[in-house]
């Protein structure tokens, strides 16, 4: 069964430093992996997407990631932090059924706390 | 372009009563989903539509949730009776294509208190 683990319940970074939330999955066949960012009181806002390519994947906000294929991981990352990135980070990957239908499954999330 | 609605933004009921929630997706868009997510869990699914039809129920917990997309628009998602392990934040998400590589787009949520 496809599965995705955050490790971490919150990551705390300063401001100006560079920021990683971690993610890896468990999959069969290839991996279609996404990031998600929840503000207070907002719904889920789509960051980035991995479907195939390059291994670096350049989101919204300065964020990226990067897939590796042998660590099954796909960690978020942006080079300097933001207070106002300070948010709910989901990671998910995508689910294929055999009807050929799809859903995500996500991560438990990770709070990111971005600090003055 | 409107984004994914959802009514109401926040629900509180007592344990019994019944709740009916909310989507509009965007629209055009044929794929709407529902997830739920219990405080500090991940978000799971619970159902998908492709227009009216239902084809993926396998996340609905039991069957005191029925969802409903009449005409292919909004969707409703009913539970009856409310039990206290329901509270949670329901999100819905639309999409446009049935073989996607592209993204769901996520409505704010209904967060759901049952006392």
């Known amino acids: 069964a496809q599965s995705v683990a955050q490790p971490e319940d919150q990551v705390n970074v300063a401001e100006g430093n560079p920021l990683t939330v971690k993610c890896t999955y468990s999959?069969?066949?290839?991996?279609?992996l996404f990031w998600y960012v929840q503000y207070p009181n907002r719904g889920l806002q789509f960051l980035l997407k991995y479907i195939t390519g390059d291994n670096l994947v350049k989101g919204s906000y300065g964020f990226e990631a990067e897939f590796n294929k042998s660590q099954t991981s796909f960690h978020l990352k942006k080079p300097s932090a933001l207070v106002s990135d300070s948010a709910l980070y989901f990671c998910?990957?995508?689910?294929?059924?055999?009807?050929?239908?799809?859903?995500?499954?996500f991560g438990t999330g990770t709070r990111l706390k971005v600090l003055a | 372009e409107a984004g994914v609605t959802q009514f109401p933004s926040h629900s509180v009921i007592e344990k019994g009563q019944t709740v009916t929630l909310r989507c509009d997706p965007i629209?055009?868009?044929?794929?709407l989903y529902w997830y739920r997510r219990v405080m500090g869990k991940e978000i799971k699914f619970l159902l998908h539509f492709v227009k009216e039809s239902k084809q993926d129920e396998s996340g609905m917990p039991n069957n005191r949730f029925l969802a409903e997309r009449t005409g292919g628009t909004y969707s409703t998602l009913k539970v009856q009776p409310a039990e206290l392990e329901d509270s949670g934040v329901y999100f819905c998400?639309?999409?446009?294509?049935?073989?996607?590589?592209?993204?769901?787009?996520f409505g704010p949520g209904t967060r759901l208190t049952v006392t």
């Open positions: 998400a639309s999409s446009q294509e049935r073989v996607a590589s592209y993204e769901q787009y």
């Open positions: 999959v069969s066949g290839n991996p279609y």
């Open positions: 629209s055009g868009h044929d794929n």
């Open positions: 998910a990957v995508r689910d294929r059924r055999e009807s050929g239908t799809y859903k995500y499954i």
